[in-house]
């Protein structure tokens, strides 16, 4: 039976400066916020399916996701995407060392890193996002272009971290 798709990735950030004056003071508020809605299919703001997992890598480990074949849906559907519409991956609060995205030996799959051996390092605690909703998406292409690692930054300890990834098929 196949299935369909609705997702909503959201970031918000609401602040304020305060700056005290001899008498009162003066306030700056800060609201932002980026909203992506997806809907079933391969077109813009679209998608087909989700992965969710949370990983451990124990000290100095590395591992890679194979986002064209290996890694499987909730149903245990196995998952070939062709384009990613949002990478999450989040941290754990309680690691110790970083947990570092990028730099495949052979297949990295890099369209937001620039080039094949850029990394990004989510420090503990931290998240980072990559949200590209219009039709093209961050291309996939299995064999060449198809493997994210991830790397546990440094020895001693292991590190936990959470990864959702949309995409098309």
Same mark, same amino acid.
């Given at each position: 039976?196949?299935?369909?798709?609705?997702?909503?990735?959201?970031?918000?950030?609401?602040?304020?400066?305060?700056?005290?004056?001899?008498?009162?003071?003066?306030?700056?508020?800060?609201?932002?916020?980026?909203?992506?809605?997806?809907?079933?299919?391969?077109?813009?703001?679209?998608?087909?399916?989700?992965?969710?997992?949370?990983?451990?890598?124990? =000290?100095?480990? %590395?591992?890679?996701? &194979?986002?064209?074949? /290996?890694?499987?849906? @909730?149903? !245990?559907?196995?998952? *070939?995407? +062709?384009?990613?519409?949002?990478?999450?991956?989040?941290?754990?609060?309680?690691?110790?060392?970083?947990?570092?995205?990028?730099?495949?030996?052979?297949?990295?799959?890099?369209?937001?890193?620039?080039?094949?051996?850029?990394?990004?390092?989510?420090?503990?605690?931290?998240?980072?996002?990559?949200?590209?909703?219009?039709?093209?998406?961050? =291309?996939?292409? %299995?064999?060449?272009? &198809?493997?994210?690692? /991830?790397?546990?930054? @440094?020895? !001693?300890?292991?590190? *936990?971290? +959470?990864?959702?990834?949309?995409?098309?098929?």
């Amino acid at each position: 039976m196949p299935t369909s798709i609705s997702a909503r990735v959201t970031l918000g950030v609401v602040a304020e400066i305060i700056n005290s004056l001899d008498v009162g003071e003066v306030k700056y508020p800060i609201s932002y916020g980026a909203n992506y809605v997806f809907t079933d299919g391969t077109g813009a703001d679209q998608a087909k399916e989700v992965f969710t997992d949370t990983r451990t890598l124990t =000290a100095s480990a %590395a591992e890679n996701l &194979d986002l064209a074949g /290996v890694l499987l849906d @909730a149903f !245990g559907n196995t998952l *070939t995407f +062709t384009k990613i519409k949002a990478i999450i991956v989040k941290a754990d609060a309680a690691n110790v060392n970083d947990v570092v995205l990028g730099n495949h030996a052979t297949a990295a799959f890099f369209p937001m890193f620039g080039a094949a051996t850029h990394t990004v390092k989510v420090k503990p605690g931290g998240m980072v996002a990559f949200v590209a909703p219009d039709v093209n998406g961050l =291309a996939v292409t %299995a064999t060449t272009a &198809d493997m994210l690692t /991830v790397t546990n930054s @440094a020895g !001693g300890t292991s590190v *936990t971290y +959470t990864v959702i990834i949309i995409g098309t098929v």
